[in-house]
């Protein structure tokens, strides 16, 4: 594509002023095709995010623990409708058992993932979810950051005051139109709605999108901007993995470049925030090319023989022990990069906690 008066040095140089780039020029970067100039791309990502974070990578723990969800996401394996997946629901005992061996093996935090499980949206309330949030702060000390879908908004402050850090939540897409072929009878709205919620409650937030599911670079550009007004703490793309037994199923996924320039565009447009690598994609394989992309966290750690699943991967690289901290050290290695002590962890969500407190002030939770 022509672009005039866009040349890729100049963008570089400003984004690494940290000046904000413009939906157009995001756009001339998403449409970058040769390797030299996406290799230039990268490497601005990188300084960026070294300015911030040095060489330190911070490692998430995932626990899915309810694969059940009264949604029906079209590029979801867990889709209410789908026969296919073998759908669980852990006791309390079985996470916290996980919780514990994860955060032996030398995770930064705890990710509680669960689809929308009618158990806790119906039957039964969110007292037990609160409850479980507590538990594992008390029994692993870790920061927790809880995924359970669009709950009720005064649910942000009990969970934040059980011990939760963070919410994520993430919208897939800003194109509401996609939006709503995706996430199909759910409100763009309310999702997006519920990310400012958690903040106002003292929830550091993590947004999202995924790639490959018929967004073009417009509706990218736009969704990176909106993040990024957002302010969002940390900012995650997964590339599409097409599931069996959805409506999706037979559609491609992405080339990974596409998944690569939208990691490197987050850093240009939020240097010192959070962006993860995801292990749920590409396994151990894909990673070193994601945090040469410019990301700082790896996600998507599973305990090995315990039956927990992945979302894009349900089974890929999780009972052979490949995503734990063992299995990723040696490509941190590999790549010049290492673990960060936990207490750097520690330091950066107080930083931002103690930052959502000043803004939004009484309203958020301690
Ligand atoms: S993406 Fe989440 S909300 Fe949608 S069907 Fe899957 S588990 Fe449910």
Request: proline share 5%.
């Amino acid at each position: 594509m022509f672009s005039p008066g866009l040349d890729l040095d100049h963008l570089l140089e400003k984004a690494e002023r940290e000046e904000k780039l413009s939906p157009a020029e995001l756009l001339f970067l998403l449409e970058l095709e040769k390797p030299e100039q996406l290799n230039r791309l990268f490497e601005r990502a990188c300084i960026l995010r070294n300015r911030y974070f040095g060489k330190k990578v911070f490692l998430y723990s995932f626990i899915y623990f309810s694969t059940y969800c009264r949604n029906d996401c079209t590029f979801c394996y867990y889709r209410r409708s789908n026969s296919h997946p073998r759908r669980y629901r852990k006791t309390e005992t079985e996470v916290l058992e996980a919780a514990r061996s994860m955060a032996g093996s030398g995770v930064h935090l705890v990710d509680l993932t669960m689809g929308e499980d009618p158990y806790y949206f119906q039957r039964h309330g969110f007292e037990p979810l609160v409850d479980l949030v507590k538990k594992i702060r008390e029994a692993t000390a870790l920061p927790v950051m809880v995924s359970p879908g669009v709950i009720p908004g005064d649910l942000f402050g009990k969970l934040a005051r059980a011990g939760a850090d963070w919410y994520a939540c993430y919208q897939e897409t800003y194109n509401r139109d996609l939006f709503h072929r995706l996430r199909i009878d759910q409100s763009y709205r309310l999702r997006f709605e519920s990310k400012k919620k958690a903040m106002e409650s003292g929830l550091l937030v993590e947004d999202g999108l995924l790639a490959g599911v018929g967004e073009n670079a417009s509706d990218v550009a736009f969704s990176l901007k909106t993040i990024s007004d957002l302010g969002v703490h940390q900012a995650r793309v997964m590339s599409f993995v097409p599931q069996e037994g959805t409506p999706l199923g037979g559609r491609p996924g992405p080339p990974l470049e596409r998944e690569l320039k939208i990691i490197a565009l987050l850093r240009l447009l939020m240097p010192d925030r959070l962006i993860p690598a995801s292990l749920d994609v590409d396994g151990v394989k894909g990673l070193q090319a994601r945090l040469g992309a410019g990301a700082n966290v790896i996600t998507s750690l599973i305990p090995p023989q315990l039956g927990y699943a992945g979302v894009a991967q349900s089974i890929r690289d999780i009972d052979d022990g490949c995503r734990t901290v063992r299995g990723v050290i040696p490509i941190l290695r590999q790549m010049g990069l290492e673990v960060a002590p936990l207490e750097q962890y520690r330091l950066w969500i107080e930083d931002e906690r103690k930052k959502l407190r000043r803004h939004f002030g009484k309203a958020s939770a301690s």
